[in-house]
């Protein structure tokens, strides 16, 4: 009776193969069973940036909103928190900071997946003292340290009233595009 034996252990194998999942395109912070060590800092220089289209403020005082879709060109790499966002002016810049009441999540993007965030703006008045007239937009991914710079092209951004220097605008956090 050596064959039951036999069976079970190739069962059991069969069993333990097919609860891998090949599928890394999965978002959202992987599995338990997941190696942590496999999972790279997603890198900006690794990803192809789309900025826009935006929903652009017409006027002062109107908000716009300008999406931004990130696709990971390279291995499964992980986004974790924010993104670093600056706004540069000819002599200034400003960092913005997240919108009120978002939470990050972590998300895993496999080679040709795609996370997406926004960045939400009010618009200033031109020439205005307390209007930042941003001249690029910096973009970084949590935890790499490194920025690319697009232009921006959407007009001057409003100071908040309890600080001009700081623009009245804010990021949301990442969220997987598609399934």
Request: with cysteine.
């Amino acid at each position: 009776m050596r064959a039951a034996p036999l069976a079970v252990t190739a069962l059991a194998a069969a069993l333990l193969l097919t609860g891998c999942s090949s599928d890394s395109s999965v978002s959202g912070g992987g599995s338990a069973s997941a190696s942590p060590s496999n999972r790279t800092t997603c890198k900006i220089g690794a990803m192809d940036v789309e900025v826009g289209p935006a929903n652009v403020a017409p006027a002062a005082g109107d908000t716009g909103n300008i999406p931004v879709t990130l696709t990971n060109q390279s291995a499964e790499c992980t986004l974790d928190g924010f993104p670093g966002i600056d706004l540069n002016a000819t002599d200034s810049s400003a960092s913005l900071s997240p919108a009120e009441g978002a939470k990050s999540t972590k998300l895993t993007l496999a080679k040709g997946t795609a996370a997406t965030f926004t960045l939400t703006y009010t618009r200033g008045e031109a020439g205005a003292k307390a209007s930042l007239d941003v001249k690029t937009l910096n973009i970084a991914l949590p935890g790499s340290g490194t920025a690319k710079s697009y232009k921006w092209s959407y007009g001057p951004v409003q100071g908040r009233s309890d600080n001009p220097g700081d623009p009245n605008a804010s990021v949301s956090a990442f969220s997987p595009v598609g399934d």
